[in-house]
């Protein structure tokens, strides 16, 4: 499994592989009651429509693509990692981009809104029972070269397939947002 930060269209070429610990995911509503916010589905609608044109897009020059966890498109990585081939790969992505743009939540500043944003993904995970550090202050967030993310203690712990439930019901945003693609 890869993992990366999400913001840069190359993720799939940098990324860190990782091994898994079995655990039970399972949404046992831990007394949270918790309940999606409009937010989460708005921009699931948004993130979907950029998967499937990106997708489109991809197939259309003839690459392989993938949707992540987390959300989002993933090339693997070529075969040929010659200079030439890692630039055709990413003239197609920056094609791509242009054309189709970026989901908005991923273009997100991280500010107070953002900041809430998290803290909603991190209620959710928490209605599938896992705790969950106590997040950092507002101020300490923002100023996060990479910001803390409430799912970067699961992506170290779970494997992909009991992962996947929490990482589509529990949509991240902007900063600090963490994909995972399946190689």
Do not use: K
């Not at 913001?7 to 999606?36: H, I, K, R, Y």
């Not at 081939?85 to 991923?106: D, N, T």
């Not at 923002?142 to 712990?157: D, G």
């Amino acid at each position: 499994m890869c993992i990366g930060v999400e913001g840069f269209p190359t993720v799939a070429v940098v990324s860190l592989l990782l091994a898994g610990c079995a655990a039970d995911v399972t949404a046992s509503n831990s007394g949270t009651g918790w309940v999606e916010p409009a937010w989460m589905s708005q921009m699931r609608q948004e993130q979907e429509i950029f998967e499937r044109s990106m997708t489109s897009c991809f197939d259309q020059h003839g690459v392989e693509s993938r949707i992540a966890l987390g959300g989002g498109v993933t090339t693997p990585g070529p075969v040929d990692d010659s200079a030439e081939v890692l630039s055709q790969l990413y003239a197609v992505w920056m094609e791509c981009h242009e054309q189709i743009g970026l989901p908005s939540m991923w273009l997100m500043a991280p500010d107070e809104e953002a900041y809430s944003m998290m803290l909603d993904v991190r209620e959710c995970i928490m209605y599938f029972g896992f705790e969950v550090d106590e997040p950092p202050a507002f101020a300490v967030w923002a100023e996060q070269v990479h910001p803390w993310n409430p799912m970067a203690s699961l992506i170290h712990t779970l494997p992909t397939e009991e992962l996947a439930p929490v990482m589509d019901t529990c949509l991240q945003v902007g900063p600090g947002r963490i994909i995972v693609s399946s190689q």
